[in-house]
Nanobody, 124 residues
Framework: VQLQASGGGLVQAGASLRLSCAVS????????MGWFRQAPGKEREFVAA????????FYDDSVKGRFTISRDNANHTVYLQMNSLKPEDTAVYYC??????????????????WGQGTLVTVSS
């Protein structure tokens, strides 16, 4: 399974970005998908996850109400819409696929496949 994340960039606080993650190499609709992020000097942390069909998702409290995860199974892509960005959202964002749990999860070690990361920088 290959994951290719894109959409990061430099924005001002309050702006929006949409990250995309294109997935190939396995039946996408069977995979639980997640987004994680890692800021400099910090551990990787959970952001959001979505189940195989896209009708169930959950978020870390720090992004709840501002970020939305979604997926397009026809185009093998998962998205992270990020609104009202804050400087503390600055990090490298990674998409991940869970080959054994179609519901996704918040524990990064449960994910089998990872994208290369895309950098999001939010200036104050």
């Amino acid at each position: 399974v290959q994951l290719q994340a894109s959409g990061g960039g430099l924005v001002q606080a309050g702006a929006s970005l949409r990250l995309s993650c294109a997935v190939s190499g396995r039946t996408f609709s069977s995979l639980g998908m997640g987004w994680f992020r890692q800021a400099p000097g910090k551990e990787r942390e959970f952001v959001a996850a979505i189940n195989w069909s896209g009708d169930s998702s959950f978020y870390d409290d720090s992004v709840k109400g501002r970020f939305t995860i979604s997926r397009d199974n026809a185009n093998h892509t998962v998205y992270l819409q990020m609104n009202s960005l804050k400087p503390e959202d600055t990090a490298v964002y990674y998409c991940a696929a869970d080959g054994s749990n179609p519901w996704g999860g918040s524990y990064y070690r449960s994910y089998d496949y990872w994208g290369q990361g895309t950098l999001v920088t939010v200036s104050s």
